[in-house]
């Protein structure tokens, strides 16, 4: 008759740019919110965090009821720390800031792959054009069936269904750059304007492009799949684990 608990925190800024730290137990009775650190002035180090985390179960009055801790990769180094103060534990990362760093080392700016770090950049380039202008946005919005995104800080995976998006839209996006009432908006913009239209519309209409853009899909989906699958309030482990 006992109840196992996981302890989680997890990280975010509030909106007076704070970094705020935030604990929360899970159980078979529910998602309980154990409280939450400013880390403005704290201390962030490993052993400071696995404190945190310690004092947090201890507060319930029901410390040794913890039996799982999941943290996302950046605070690994506290578990060794929680361990040593509560060796019936088990310390694993957050299996969707796993995923989602993968994403990141593909398609970051920095020390992404090179060919799809260039990919998104056209993509974005795209998207921005078209978003960022009243009159194509207009006639995109009358054409495309969905929307086309832009990759978020906090949205898992977001760069690849940036691509994933504007695979399913980019003949949407050809048919705006080609339609009529485009070209007379067109007309009426500066050189600057005419010269970004151009080269989206290149991008739009290069097949080779689209064409890698659909591999890139492809080759993501069932890792978009499995994150979705990881992120769901609903346990899907018999599906991310068959058997």
């Known amino acids: 008759n006992k109840t196992a608990f996981t302890i989680m925190s997890g990280g ?15 159980s078979p ?31 319930t009055g029901h410390e040794r009821s913890f039996y799982l801790c999941v943290l996302d990769g950046a605070l690994r180094s506290a578990f060794p720390h929680l361990e040593r103060k509560m060796p019936w534990i088990t310390c694993i990362w957050c299996s969707c800031h796993i995923i989602s760093l993968f994403f990141k080392d593909c398609f970051g700016a920095d020390k992404g792959v090179p060919s799809l770090v260039e990919a998104l950049a056209k993509v974005k380039r795209v998207v921005h054009f078209i978003r960022d202008r009243q009159k194509p946005l207009g006639i995109y919005r009358s054409i495309a069936k969905k929307a086309l995104m832009l990759p978020g800080e906090t949205r898992y995976g977001s760069a690849v269904l940036t691509i994933m998006r504007f695979v399913t839209q980019i003949d949407a996006c050809d048919e705006m750059f080609s339609c009529a009432e485009y070209k007379k908006w067109l007309k009426t913009q500066d050189r600057d304007v005419q010269s970004e239209s151009a080269a989206c519309r290149a991008i739009a209409n290069d097949p080779a492009f689209g064409s ?21 309030e609903v346990s899907n482990l018999s599906k991310v684990y068959p058997g």
């Open 29 to 59: 009775g529910g998602n309980h919110f154990l409280g939450a650190d400013d880390m403005g002035r704290a201390e962030k180090d490993c052993a400071s965090m696995a404190k945190y985390l310690h004092e947090k179960c201890v507060g």
């Open 212 to 232: 890698f853009c659909a591999k890139i899909a492809d080759f993501f989906d069932p890792t978009i799949v499995l994150l979705r699958r990881c992120d769901s």
């Open 12 to 26: 975010k800024t509030n909106n007076g740019k704070v970094p705020i730290v935030n604990y929360i137990a899970m």
